[in-house]
């Protein structure tokens, strides 16, 4: 158990993700994700839930996708644990914990579409290296 707490520790570096281009779009999407709490105006989406998963979603959706596209089977349960983390649990612990109304099933579908979609954005390098070195 210590070994595996050790390996999910050490695959987690964030060093790949302080690049320019990485956080110009974590910015970016924050600032919208912001811009559209104010003009929503819902009861579950505001500025703290849009800082918490962003900030979550920037550090562990391509941890998720290395670990399924290099099928590290030790890690991908990790990675489960961590995606619903980051898609469900962390909204309603913060709407619950505020007494906000909170509407899951409505959140879901759309924060998994934008993690997935996030994961493979940030995960271009992955993709992509080698693609070039023999050009």
């Known amino acids: 158990m210590i070994k595996l707490v050790v390996t999910t520790c050490d695959s987690m570096n ?16 924050l600032a919208v994700l912001i ?16 800082l918490i998963m962003g900030l979550l979603t920037f550090w562990t959706a391509p ?11 030790r ?14 649990a962390s909204y309603c612990l913060y709407n619950a914990a505020l007494g906000h109304t909170y509407f899951r099933d409505a959140n879901w579908p759309a ?6 979609l996030m994961g493979f954005v940030w995960s271009l390098d992955l993709f992509l290296k080698g ?3 023999s050009a």
């Not at 559209?36 to 989406?45: A, M, R, T, V």
């Not at 941890?63 to 089977?73: A, G, M, P, Q, S």
Request: include cysteine; glycine fraction near 8%; hydrophobic fraction near 45%.
């Open 75 to 88: 890690m991908i349960p990790v990675g489960l644990f961590l995606a619903w983390f980051t898609i469900d």
């Open 35 to 50: 811009a559209g709490s104010y003009y929503e105006n819902l009861p579950d989406w505001d500025i703290g839930i849009s």
């Open 111 to 116: 924060s998994t579409v934008l993690y997935l």
């Open 14 to 29: 964030i060093r790949p993700l302080l690049s320019h281009w990485k956080l110009a779009t974590l910015f970016g999407g």
């Open 131 to 133: 693609r070039y070195e």
């Open 63 to 73: 941890l998720c996708i290395k670990w399924i596209y290099t099928r590290n089977w």
